[in-house]
Nanobody
């Protein structure tokens, strides 16, 4: 069962913009974040947002990307501006939440990814 579903990927020219969305069927995630994996590269964390709205960005996207979340609608966003060819990758939504009796355990959830291609 897929609990996180990304959308908004596509083909865009360098310098363009895209907004990715992640719809969650679960609630009460702690920090949620976006990862990406380019061909031949390892998956990397590019942006994270805590439940209080604080954010962290990878150096490669800082100043160009903005992560946000709407807890009431269970949505996570990634606004991507000034896109570069090196931003081409599959982008994944990720969230971590506590499950089980009492304190339970932390459980990770991943979306299946959405392709972003930046090319002329």
């Amino acid at each position: 069962q897929v609990h996180l579903v990304e959308s908004g990927g596509g083909l865009v020219q360098p310098g363009g913009s895209l907004r990715l969305s992640c719809a969650a069927s679960l609630q009460n995630f702690y920090a949620m974040n976006w990862h990406r994996r380019a061909p031949g590269n390892e998956r990397e964390l590019i942006a994270a947002i805590n439940s209080d709205g604080s954010t962290v960005y990878a150096e490669s996207v800082r100043g160009r990307f903005t992560i946000s979340r709407d807890n009431g609608k269970n949505l996570l966003y990634l606004q991507m501006n000034s896109l570069k060819a090196e931003d081409t990758a599959v982008y994944y939504c990720h969230g971590r939440r506590r499950e089980g009796k009492g304190w339970g355990t932390m459980v990770d959830y991943w979306g299946l990814g959405t392709q972003v291609t930046v090319s002329s």
